[in-house]
């Protein structure tokens, strides 16, 4: 079972910039990013094939870049103009998500 290991989260203000990583210990297919805020449910924010081919969602189209080195068995998600409602817990997880591979996810709080 491949474990998965996000980290980059922490405290921006708004319009700043955050890049997450996300570690997996073997061989990955279709990623994804997802988060999660207060009250809500979780929720697919980017996702990349393993030959690199991303979609987005709506509410970060044009602001959020997921990528991936397959070599590293790394993704990442590069976040600029951030917004106060961006503040989740992010978590990386394979698309579609697989419940073992929830990781502990790491926080992104956009506030002035």
């Known amino acids: 079972q491949v474990q998965l290991v996000e980290s980059g989260g922490g405290l921006v203000q708004p319009g700043g910039s955050l890049t997450l990583s996300c570690a997996a210990s073997?061989?990955?297919?279709?990623m994804g990013w997802y988060r999660q805020a207060p009250g809500k449910p979780r929720e697919l924010v980017a996702g990349?094939?393993?030959?690199?081919?991303?979609n987005y969602a709506d509410s970060v189209k044009g602001r959020f870049t997921i990528s991936r080195d397959n070599a590293k068995n790394t993704v990442y998600l590069q976040m600029n103009s951030l917004k106060p409602e961006d503040t989740a817990v992010y978590y990386c997880?394979?698309?579609?998500?697989?419940?073992?591979?929830w990781g502990q996810g790491t926080q992104v709080t956009v506030s002035s």
């Open positions: 990349i094939t393993r030959g690199g081919n991303t």
């Open positions: 997880n394979t698309v579609p998500a697989r419940h073992s591979s």
């Open positions: 073997g061989g990955i297919g279709a």
